[in-house]
Each structure stands twice: as structure tokens, then as C-alpha cells.
């Protein structure tokens, strides 16, 4: 039991240091709240309008794809140190799991986690586009010109 000793105050030393960070944060931390600080904070352009209540299936279908190739690569890892001893047992259960997840891809494909809308030409883009009407300063309803 004195072997665990170590590990055990390290639980409690990183317990009690999550403890004390949260309540001084919460002690000491500076509270002066106005609009600017409140509001919802998007690459310095402030909102025109409400988001929607849910995300669209598309962000959690990219994020589907983002898990599967993450645990692919996390499998292919032990396989390509080990590879050599498991011949082709284990050339034949990598192209299983490869087939595996390239099914996955394809559902995830063909339900549109790819697709954004249609594709933008740049006179759509930019033909309406002047300083005035993307320069917009911070704590200003109003759009001026830079």
C-alpha cells in the first residue's frame, strides 16, 4: 500500500489545486460587466442577427468524419510498429479496418457533410462589397467606412 502513496498525493495535490484556482478566480477576479463584453464575440463582426437554435446536420457530420480519421490513425500507429510479426494476418485485418472506415466516409459523404452550398464565383463574393458594408466598429450599431 506505501507504493500508491506517491500517486495518491499527487490526486489530492491536483484536486486541491483546481479547488483553490477556482475559487480565487472567483474571489479575486475584476467585475465590470457592459454590453460589449456580454455579447457574442465572432471574428470582430457584431451579429446582425439571432443564430439558430441548432446547428445545421452538416457541423456534426464533418465532426463525424473528423472522429473516424482520428481513430484511424490512432489503429495505424501500433500496426505500422508491429508490422513486420503479424504478416499477413495483419496486412489483411489493416485492409479490413481501411474498408471499414472508407464505408464510413462514404456515408458520411453521400449524406452532405461535404457539401456547403452552392459554389461561390468571385462577382458573387465581391460585387456588393465595399468598405462601408463589412467594416463595422466595435460597440457601433452603425456601419461606417475605415
Same mark, same amino acid.
Given at each position: 500500500?506505501?507504493?500508491?502513496?506517491?500517486?495518491?498525493?499527487?490526486?489530492?495535490?491536483?484536486?486541491?489545486? *483546481? !479547488?483553490?484556482?477556482?475559487?480565487?478566480?472567483?474571489?479575486?477576479?475584476?467585475?465590470?460587466? %457592459?454590453? *460589449?463584453?456580454?455579447?457574442?464575440?465572432?471574428?470582430?463582426?457584431?451579429?446582425? +442577427?439571432?443564430?439558430?437554435?441548432?446547428?445545421? @446536420?452538416?457541423?456534426?457530420? !464533418?465532426?463525424?468524419?473528423?472522429? @473516424?480519421?482520428?481513430?484511424? /490513425?490512432?489503429? /495505424?500507429?501500433?500496426?505500422?510498429?508491429?508490422? +513486420?510479426?503479424?504478416?499477413?494476418?495483419?496486412? !489483411?485485418?489493416?485492409? !479490413?479496418?481501411?474498408?471499414?472506415?472508407?464505408? *464510413?466516409?462514404?456515408?458520411?459523404?453521400? %449524406?452532405?457533410?461535404?457539401?456547403?452550398?452552392?459554389?461561390?464565383?468571385?462577382?458573387?463574393?465581391?460585387?456588393?462589397?465595399?468598405?462601408?458594408?463589412?467594416?463595422?466598429?466595435?460597440?457601433?450599431?452603425?456601419?461606417? *467606412?475605415?
Amino acid at each position: 500500500m506505501i507504493q500508491y502513496l506517491p500517486i495518491l498525493l499527487l490526486i489530492v495535490l491536483a484536486t486541491l489545486f *483546481a !479547488v483553490v484556482s477556482i475559487i480565487a478566480s472567483a474571489i479575486m477576479a475584476p467585475r465590470m460587466p %457592459n454590453p *460589449a463584453k456580454s455579447a457574442p464575440y465572432e471574428c470582430g463582426i457584431i451579429p446582425s +442577427h439571432e443564430p439558430p437554435e441548432r446547428f445545421p @446536420v452538416r457541423f456534426f457530420l !464533418v465532426a463525424m468524419i473528423f472522429v @473516424v480519421f482520428d481513430i484511424e /490513425i490512432i489503429f /495505424i500507429y501500433p500496426y505500422a510498429v508491429i508490422s +513486420h510479426s503479424l504478416g499477413t494476418f495483419g496486412v !489483411v485485418e489493416m485492409l !479490413v479496418f481501411g474498408a471499414t472506415m472508407f464505408v *464510413a466516409f462514404l456515408y458520411l459523404v453521400s %449524406n452532405g457533410a461535404l457539401n456547403w452550398g452552392r459554389i461561390r464565383t468571385r462577382e458573387d463574393t465581391y460585387a456588393s462589397r465595399t468598405s462601408s458594408s463589412t467594416i463595422r466598429r466595435v460597440g457601433s450599431n452603425e456601419q461606417t *467606412a475605415a
